[in-house]
């Protein structure tokens, strides 16, 4: 990642329940259920369900890989976290999807360990969703926080308990009747937000197709997503573009401010026209930052990230950057 802050983006939004929630803390509780739903204290006094960042982050990215493949064509523009290209029982198509940080080798043939990769280079070979949540090897461009429960919805909220019944996965049978029981949310409303530093604009494009379908309710979050549990929807309350040292006149991104050689060296993608007749937000002036307040707005105004995304996804050389890369240096 540049050393240097060209631009961020903020989004702080509301999290309702749809269905039932859970979101399973790794804790075993003492005559407890089976599953219990994720706590904190608050102030060291009362315990209160909050939503770790990590699982956000993991939904976000979840839904943004299936945006990516959407627009893919007939081929698959991004790759799966979990599968270790490594692994001998791969088929030709897992092979394919072999996670981005996994597929570069820690050793080379002889066991000498392989030279660091600078991160412009991971980022310039890694496939669209890796260069914005990251991999194995690179830290990624969005950062999310634990969600809270609103102010209005704390000592309001609902936990139940409710019973499962343990399905045999060979015969979907129940598995001599083992019961289980979990907990789950039913009410309370949680706020948390979203940061993306030196982001490309296709990245904004990404991002603001995943929230308008979690402000749709389309999205699921934690355990159950098959079994009607997780469904929420979100509500943006500030969405706010920073461009540090420049103002900004239209949405662009970190490929607008950035050196030819810079460009070169991360493969940021040259963006598409459009934007120039949306009308852009006045600036707040902050010292060095220059802030745009786009929370009525954002949905115009990410209309050609989007085209950059639709035309990135469809151009982009993943896999083969990598693959190129990989047969190179191991
Ligand atoms: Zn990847």
Same mark, same amino acid.
Do not use: W
């Given at each position: 990642m540049l050393k240097k802050l060209i631009n961020s983006a903020h989004i702080s939004f509301k999290i309702a329940p749809l269905d039932p929630l859970l979101i399973k803390s790794g804790q075993a509780t003492v005559g407890g259920t089976d599953m219990s739903f994720m706590r904190t204290y608050k102030f060291g006094e009362k315990e209160f369900p909050f939503i770790p960042g990590s699982s956000i982050k993991g939904m976000l990215r979840a839904y943004a890989e299936k945006i990516c493949r959407t627009l893919g064509d007939n081929k698959v523009p991004v790759c799966l976290p979990y599968i270790d290209s490594k692994k001998n029982d791969l088929t030709p198509d897992? *092979? #394919?999807? #072999? /996670? %981005?940080? @996994?597929? !570069? *080798?820690?050793?080379?043939?002889?066991?000498?360990?392989?030279? &660091?990769?600078?991160? #412009?280079?991971?980022?310039?070979?890694? %496939?669209? !969703?890796?260069? @914005?949540?990251?991999?194995? *090897?690179?830290?990624?461009? $969005? /950062?999310?926080?634990? #969600?809270? @429960? &609103? *102010?209005?919805?704390?000592?309001?909220?609902? $936990?139940?308990?409710r019973d499962g019944i343990a399905i045999d996965r060979l015969t979907g049978g129940t598995a001599g009747g083992a019961k289980y029981d979990f907990e789950v949310l039913t009410k309370g409303d949680f706020e948390t937000s979203v940061d993306i530093r030196n982001f490309e604009r296709w990245q904004l494009g990404l991002i603001g197709l995943v929230f308008r379908d979690m402000e749709d309710g389309l999205i699921r979050i934690g355990f159950g997503k098959s079994r009607g549990l997780g469904k929420i929807k979100a509500e943006i309350k500030n969405f706010k573009i920073i461009s540090y040292n420049m103002p900004l006149r239209k949405l662009s991104g970190i490929v607008a401010h950035c050196t030819e050689q810079e460009k070169q060296s991360y493969g940021f993608f040259t963006e598409t026209n459009g934007g120039e007749d949306t009308p852009w937000p006045e600036c707040e002036k902050k010292g060095l930052r220059h802030e745009y307040t786009i929370t009525e707005l954002w949905k115009n105004l990410l209309e050609p990230a989007v085209n950059d995304l639709v035309q990135f996804v469809r151009t982009d050389k993943w896999p083969q950057k990598i693959d190129e890369f990989v047969a190179e240096v191991n």
């Open positions: 897992e *092979k #394919a999807q #072999a /996670a %981005c940080g @996994l597929r !570069v *080798k820690e050793k080379d043939k002889e066991g000498n360990k392989s030279r &660091t990769i600078i991160s #412009a280079k991971m980022y310039n070979i890694s %496939c669209p !969703v890796c260069r @914005l949540f990251g991999s194995h *090897k690179y830290i990624g461009r $969005l /950062a999310t926080s634990d #969600a809270y @429960l &609103t *102010k209005e919805s704390e000592g309001q909220h609902r $936990l139940e308990i």
